[in-house]
């Protein structure tokens, strides 16, 4: 496998950066494509086609690769991979249970390899407001393939602005299902791991009323008042906040730590409501459920993603061809330019082309886990061919 990183702010300067890709005789079969909501998808789907470049697509909220990182732009990891090696699939999901839709999906893998190993791309929220189920997605994928099979990935995003997140390939395009990336892990095998850091703080408090995906209150008082309380904070607008502003300013940062409620174990508060005096979550906590408020990672938490890889590539003696990155858009927003220490430091590991993205939620394994869906998480995957 063959395996080079390029970017742009529009498809002309993705169209010059894929011809001076190839001037060495580099001839990619497949496009990981990491990509604004601002950017012309169309345009690029179309330039990727005309060279036979299948395309695993998913919309960002900023993208980098090995030594750049970018808002509202387009970053591609090009692989020059036999075709035999791998099926990518696509799947819409709306008006659809994702467990059957996962499940068939996986299915065909199984029929294409014995012993497949995945990359998912999934959408997080719809047009409509939806969020995606991504726990749904893996262990549906897992319950058909195996606990032991890799699964990696990231939901897609939408810079932030929390109105419509997308997957594409070459032809097709949803804001509700996943792209599957299934390969022959005979042939390709994948190391990765999920890493998080938020921390939990204070005592644990149950969902005492909770309804429609809103979350009213935390041990009979008002879940709204005590969330801010606890932060410090007041809500600085009119009655309601404007979601996209408070997610990215206050709810990225402090996100709820769920007990006994499934995964993702963190939850993100998307939007208040002050006439409610109510949370609503990326994932719904629900009524009789315990959480526990959290605190930002340390900035020590880069070093312990970095030492986690190297002891991991270590321990496997494994070495890569190229890399993936999907890293949460909270860490974006809690550890500040620290997020590119740690992107490029794994870079510097595996030392290998790299690209990646800020997402709304993550796929992977932690250190204490099978593959789940994570939030406020840093998960990276090395792609070798043996």
Partial sequence: MKAKSIHGDSAQQIKMALEQSRLDGFTPTLAIVFISVQQNRQALCELLKQHDIDILGATSAGEFIDGYESNAETAILLLDISRENYRLSFYKTKNTAVAMVAKQATEKALQAFSHPAFIICSTSISEAGEMFAGGTLIHSIQQKAGLDSPVFGAMAGDDGMLK???????????????????????????????????????????????????????????????????????????????????????????????????????????????????????????????????????????????????????????????????????????????????????????????????????????????????????????????
């Fill in 164 to 386: 419509g997140s997308y997957v594409f390939t070459n032809d097709e395009s949803t804001d509700e299902g996943f792209i599957m990336l299934a390969f022959n892990s005979d042939n390709i095998t994948l190391h990765g791991m999920a890493i998080s850091g938020w921390k939990p703080m204070g005592k644990i408090r149950t969902v005492t009323k909770a309804a429609d995906d809103w979350m009213y209150e935390l041990d009979d008082q008002p879940a709204l008042d005590m969330y801010l309380r606890y932060l410090g904070q007041s809500l600085r607008t009119g009655e309601d906040v404007e979601r996209a502003v408070f997610a990215e300013e206050i709810g990225l940062f402090y996100p709820f730590m769920s007990i006994g409620a499934g995964e993702p174990t963190l939850r993100t508060p998307m939007e208040v409501s002050k006439e409610k005096n109510a949370i609503k979550l990326d994932i719904p906590i629900p009524e009789g459920k315990q959480l526990q408020f959290t605190l930002p990672p340390d900035f020590d938490i880069v070093e312990t993603v970095l030492d986690n890889a190297s002891k991991l590539k270590e321990r496997e003696n494994a070495t890569a061809d190229a890399l993936l990155v999907f890293s949460c858009l909270g860490r974006r927003s809690a550890l500040g330019p620290m997020v590119s220490d740690e992107n490029e430091g794994l870079h510097k590991i595996w030392n290998v082309p790299m690209a990646g993205f800020f997402s709304y939620g993550e796929y992977g394994n932690d250190p204490e886990s099978n593959h789940v869906v994570h939030s406020t998480t840093c998960s990276w995957v090395a792609l070798k061919e043996k």
